[in-house]
């Protein structure tokens, strides 16, 4: 099942939680160098966050959560640049929450090297979003679920690089746990106990997309991993769930699987055709062995 990403809307977000975005993903970009967020403090002279190291070029940023980016705005903070260029190497580049038109980026390409720039880049909105989701995705999770980054420059810098240090192979190890429970191990007779079936399919779903367990406790998540061909498996394997819990309510439906009919509420026993149970192992092996693709410590076999 293809599942896609719907786009981020930064306009519903303030300018200075937008800058609080910028800094941590440049932080995670450039691990080595020295990230100042000049922004924060105010008096930002045109600049509201710096990268710098002692033998690359300075990377002067500006942040603009806006609709309609302004280049008279950014002509005038170019201005304010100019004079501190004439003897430094820098590089210039501009992060919008909307979109820019190529024209815009043109023009602001020339006046940032008339101002002395050696090179300038120019995202929009749903750049800025693609580059995020490209090496930081959890910050992106995060910025979304409206989950408050810290005040301190200093305390966002540390969730930063606390996020980055999570392994891949710890986000699947930790992920893989979710599927060692009955609904997905115990192979399906003609009659089954099905306790809280679908409610486990759902719960899995939503540790594997938030991190979130039964237990309430939180792991690291889908969006967490940054190998494309792990976080391409971990979607198939959410629409393998999706599909084993529709497969479920379409033999419901059809009657090949039933309740047993006796009076208690509740009850966990189903019975099953031959046809149903043995197409519901297939689709429950599929994801078994999905999940060992990832993580070859684990056993893919029902109990």
Not at 71 to 93: G, I, N, Q, W, Y
């Amino acid at each position: 099942m293809q599942r896609q990403a719907h786009r981020v809307h930064f306009d519903d977000f303030g300018g200075e939680q937008f800058e609080r975005l910028c800094f941590a993903f440049l932080i995670r970009s450039y691990p080595k160098r020295r990230v100042d967020w000049y922004g924060q403090v105010g008096s930002d002279k045109g600049r509201d966050i710096v990268v710098s190291c002692s033998d690359e070029p300075m990377l002067i940023v500006q942040c603009a959560n806006v609709n309609r980016l302004s280049f008279d705005k950014v002509s005038e903070d170019l201005k304010k640049l100019a004079p501190a260029l004439s003897s430094t190497e820098a590089h210039f580049l501009v992060i919008c929450g909307g979109k820019v038109s190529g024209k815009l980026k043109d023009r602001i390409i020339a006046a940032a090297k008339i101002s002395g720039f050696q090179a300038t880049s120019v995202w929009s909105g749903p750049e800025f979003e693609e580059q995020v989701r490209a090496s930081a995705p959890e910050l992106l999770q995060r910025f979304v679920d409206g989950i408050p980054f810290p005040e301190l420059a200093q305390e966002l810098a540390a969730v930063s690089h606390a996020a980055a240090e999570v392994a891949d192979s710890e986000i699947i190890a930790a992920l893989a746990l979710a599927f060692d429970r009955p609904a997905f191990r115990t192979q399906f007779h003609q009659e089954s106990s099905l306790p809280r079936f679908k409610e486990a399919i759902a719960e899995t779903i939503r540790t594997l997309n938030t991190g979130e367990t039964p237990q309430g406790s939180h792991i690291p998540s889908r969006p967490q991993v940054r190998n494309p061909a792990h976080r391409a498996t971990l979607d198939r394997i959410v629409g393998a769930l999706v599909s084993l819990r529709a497969t479920f309510d379409r033999f419901l439906r059809s009657g090949e699987i039933k309740p047993c009919g006796c009076t208690v509420p509740d009850c966990p026993v189903f019975f099953f055709e031959h046809g149903a149970a043995r197409e519901m192992d297939r689709l429950r092996e599929q994801i078994l062995f999905l999940v060992r693709h990832l993580d070859p410590t684990f056993s893919p076999h029902f109990y």
